[in-house]
């Protein structure tokens, strides 16, 4: 199967595309093994390339007011998320692990992995190496989610490159994800990813800009898809 090709504007636009078109190029897939597990069943892409020009502008989808459905998130929220889940590395009390406590891992030569991403694109800015890993290969042992069961990160990496464009140097990310909630997962983690793109930006003196993703298991799950078809009015099964 092919994956799904989206060329977007702001991560509005990228996820009403991906929702949209969902019905047309997904897989009906019982779930084995997560959230959910032998609850529900997943809509799944069998793989999706994002890419989005102004990451920036218009994070929160659009719902129209006539269909009474709430909006997946809110530009809180996001704020929260990037606040709380990619910059605070502390875990509660039920945590074994949250993005944060990876972004900020602290690194055996001193510092933590974000700042010495932030040194690397300080120092040579056109380089490969300004990778952020969530992902590591214990977490098929270690990570039990609070319902008791493994549930290793979702987001896998986060890539940060700099393009040179004339005059300027551009900063871009890309970011893998093994398994990804698209009705409210894909909002949210993206604003709060680019949030992080621009804190770098900031800290590094780059411009800020586009965004990819990309995903072998970008999905909704059965209990969304009356959701997902009355806000795109693709209401025949």
């Not at 269909?67 to 998320?81: F, N, Q, R, S, V």
């Amino acid at each position: 199967m092919m994956p799904f090709f989206v060329n977007a504007k702001t991560i509005s636009d990228a996820w009403f595309q991906l929702i949209y078109n969902l019905f047309d190029n997904a897989y009906m897939q019982k779930i084995q093994k997560g959230s959910f597990e032998n609850e529900q069943y997943r809509l799944q892409y069998p793989g999706i390339a994002v890419y989005i020009e102004h990451p920036y502008y218009d994070m929160v989808p659009t719902m129209p007011p006539a269909l009474g459905i709430p909006a997946p998130t809110t530009m809180e929220y996001i704020e929260d998320y990037f606040a709380n889940y990619l910059m605070n590395p502390e875990l509660s009390e039920n945590e074994t692990y949250k993005y944060a406590s990876r972004i900020h891992n602290k690194m055996p030569k001193g510092g933590t992995q974000l700042e010495r991403v932030i040194d690397i694109l300080k120092e040579s800015p056109l380089t490969n190496q300004a990778v952020i890993e969530i992902a590591t290969p214990e977490d098929l042992d270690i990570c039990y989610g609070n319902d008791g069961k493994l549930d290793p990160p979702c987001l896998r990496l986060l890539d940060f490159k700099v393009i040179p464009a004339e005059d300027k140097l551009i900063l871009t990310v890309s970011a893998y994800f093994r398994s990804w909630d698209l009705w409210a997962g894909f909002p949210t983690n993206l604003g709060g990813i680019e949030l992080l793109k621009q804190y770098i930006a900031g800290e590094t003196g780059l411009k800020n800009g586009s965004m990819y993703a990309y995903s072998a298991g970008a999905h909704i799950y059965g209990y969304q898809e009356e959701l997902a078809r009355l806000r795109t009015l693709r209401t025949t099964k």
